[in-house]
């Protein structure tokens, strides 16, 4: 069982928008401000999408958006695109030595 | 153009060793924390070690503590994992990642290297 609990899977049309949930606890994802999200594609490595909760690395299209609030963080990637279909992973730091850094479980966008 | 490259995975049988390492080049190496995180087939992510710039700082996950040693070598950009006593459940893509300089999250990460555990 992953420490942050992601909805297994959500799909949405092209145009639309989706939200991706990421529950945690006070010790991880309440307690910090440090939740970041991964895309990654079937054999490929984890791409940073969000990072401290709200901010986009250069390059990440601002269709990405992240927030917070209390133990749950949330991605949200509007005006979907057949791109955008992929596994997408929560992260936090936390607050014990082990583990430092908890993910999701995962959850996969299909793009219908 | 920074970037990360694993080496080293394989086939090994329960209860060997591999070492991986990870070949960093493109940025100042010796001051960034770096990290393992891996992914089982069909699963999530999981971390598995962290190591501070000047190797002050070390931490495990509880699954491979005891077992797993990571280091580095600044010298050579090279961060490494010593993985001993392998269990089928070690079996993995593993990815090195560097922490971002002000932490909180991974933003370079290696294509990854696959160690299968299997007799």
């Not at chain 2, 002050?56 to 050579?76: E, L, P």
Request: aromatic share 10%; charged share 15%.
């Amino acid at each position: 069982q992953s420490a942050l609990t992601q909805p297994a899977s959500v799909s949405g049309s092209p145009g639309q928008s989706i939200t991706i949930s990421c529950t945690g606890t006070s010790s991880d994802v309440g307690g910090y401000n440090y939740v970041s999200w991964y895309q990654q594609h079937p054999g490929k490595a984890p791409k940073l999408m969000i990072y401290d909760v709200s901010n986009r690395p250069s390059g990440v299209s601002n269709r990405f958006s992240g927030s917070k609030s209390g133990n749950t963080a949330s991605l949200t990637i509007s005006g979907l695109q057949a791109e955008d279909e992929a596994d997408y992973y929560c992260s936090s730091y936390t607050s014990s030595s082990t583990p430092l850094w908890v993910f999701g479980g995962g959850t996969k966008l299909t793009v219908l | 153009e920074v970037q990360l490259v694993e080496s080293g995975g394989g086939l090994v049988k329960p209860g060997g060793s591999l070492r991986l390492s990870c070949a960093a080049s493109g940025f100042t190496f010796s001051s960034y924390s770096m990290n393992w995180v891996r992914q089982a087939p069909g699963k999530g992510l999981e971390w598995v070690s962290s190591i501070s710039s000047s190797s002050s700082y070390i931490y495990y996950a509880d699954s491979v503590k005891g077992r797993f040693t990571i280091s580095r070598d600044n010298a050579k950009n090279s961060l490494y994992l010593q993985m001993n006593s392998l269990r089928a459940e070690d079996t993995a893509v593993y990815y090195c990642a560097r922490e971002a300089m002000v932490t909180g999250y991974m933003d370079v990460w290696g294509k990854g290297t696959t160690v299968t555990v299997s007799s």
